[in-house]
């Protein structure tokens, strides 16, 4: 039996519950999920902060432009606010690349960073350890995400609009005939005019089972660790803190410490594990970076941040496989740019144009294509 529908979503992480709940009122719309739950791989195991001047300017001038949904979501989305108080103070020691200044220069008056003595940094978060670090940065604007709940609006939001989750659908082949594509899983087959390839870690190999343009997609793993530390270095109001030449970093978590030595370990496609090394390798750095003395890991797990050759999204109709649809490659920034993203994706499905307020910050379709010159360069190299 084959289930049709105007749109078909590849991908039920936050990334793709965004976008189907936008194509939701546009038309019939299914999102199809390989695991038995949304979220499983990189969604639900992300650090949780909405940090604004992070990251390549274009994945910048996204995120700071959906401040505005999560600061004032759609009513029923969610039952409590999306964003937190939080700041981030960043500590550099020798700063080689001059990243502490490139970010004092790039901050936006409306997302202010301002450089702080190390004194006041240690105020704000004294588990800093003494006579390690020579400036700091502080930018008050980064916020706690409660992703949960940004995810599970969406998904609200996509049932409202009469959309359909498949669980355990794993996409094993892509078809398309007679102007439509046709998705077989084990949960059964599914047909659309367009489908959305919102795959996260998977979906240059779901653009490979629809002879569709590679996109370069490199999936990488990032550790995380949760450790008990002594209230005093623990304050519900201390601001993360992260190491500019290494971008360790380490948050409080409901009275513990949720640290990460920021790595980006290039991987397959995987349900990612925690290597033991990297963890001892973590809790050596932060007992000789800060006071804390790890006795015991309390918890530890890693995800899947998954980048294209220039870090920026991919959004939009691949070049050679018509109604194929990329959105992919968000890196460590997907949950900030769902809402933005999953906009973009509706608007350009069904118009070919990017929303009024993205234009205005100068955003384009060029910027987020497939078929972008950064990507077919590395596409060309790749081949030969």
């Known amino acids: 039996m084959t289930t049709d529908c105007d749109f078909l979503v590849i991908g039920a992480g936050v990334s793709g519950a965004a976008a ?10 299914i999102l199809l999920e390989m695991e038995d739950q949304p979220g499983y791989h990189s969604s639900g195991r992300s650090a949780a902060l909405y940090t604004p001047n992070y990251g390549p300017a274009m994945v910048r001038e996204i995120c700071q432009a959906a401040g505005a949904f999560f600061d004032a979501p759609p009513p029923g989305f969610a039952e409590h606010p999306l964003l937190t108080p939080r700041g981030a103070l960043t500590l550099g020691i020798d700063d080689p690349e ?3 200044d490139a970010l004092l220069k790039d901050a936006p008056p409306a997302h202010p960073i301002e450089e702080i003595s190390l ?10 350890r003494p006579g390690v670090f020579r400036r700091a940065i502080y930018e008050p604007g980064v916020r706690d995400m409660d992703a949960a709940a940004i995810h599970q609006g969406y998904l609200r939001g996509f049932k409202a609009r009469d959309g359909r989750l498949a669980v355990s659908a794993q996409v094993t082949a892509l078809e398309r005939s007679g102007g439509a594509w046709t998705a077989v ?3 059964g087959r599914f047909r659309a005019p367009v489908v959305v390839n919102a795959a996260g870690a998977w979906a240059d190999r779901i653009g490979a089972l629809a002879g569709a343009t590679r996109i370069g997609l490199q999936p990488c793993l990032r550790t ?13 109001s201390q601001p993360v803190g992260e190491v500019i030449e290494t971008w360790h970093y380490f948050k409080p978590e409901a009275g513990r410490i949720l640290a990460s ?7 397959d496609p995987m349900d990612a594990y925690p290597d033991d090394m990297v963890i001892a390798e973590l809790a050596d750095y932060l007992e000789r970076h800060t006071l804390l003395k790890i006795e015991r890991v309390l918890r530890s797990w890693a ?24 959105l992919a490659g968000q890196g460590g920034y997907g949950i900030m740019m769902s809402p933005v993203l999953g906009r973009a994706t509706a608007s350009l499905i069904d118009t070919g144009a990017l929303p009024e307020d993205l234009k205005e910050r100068g955003l384009t379709p060029a910027d987020l294509a497939p078929g972008r010159a950064a990507l077919r360069e590395s596409a060309a190299d790749a081949m030969g």
């Open 303 to 326: 995800g899947l941040r998954s980048f294209v050759p220039d870090h920026c999204p991919v959004a939009g109709p691949d070049p050679r496989a018509e109604g194929f649809f990329w």
């Open 224 to 236: 995380v660790i949760l450790v008990e530390v002594p209230p005093e270095f623990c304050r519900p």
């Open 119 to 128: 004194e006041r940094a240690i105020e704000l978060c004294p588990l800093i």
């Open 185 to 187: 899983t084990a949960s």
């Open 98 to 100: 001059g990243a502490i």
């Open 20 to 29: 189907a709940s936008e194509l939701a009122a546009l038309g019939s719309t």
């Open 261 to 267: 030595p920021g790595d980006e370990t290039p991987v």
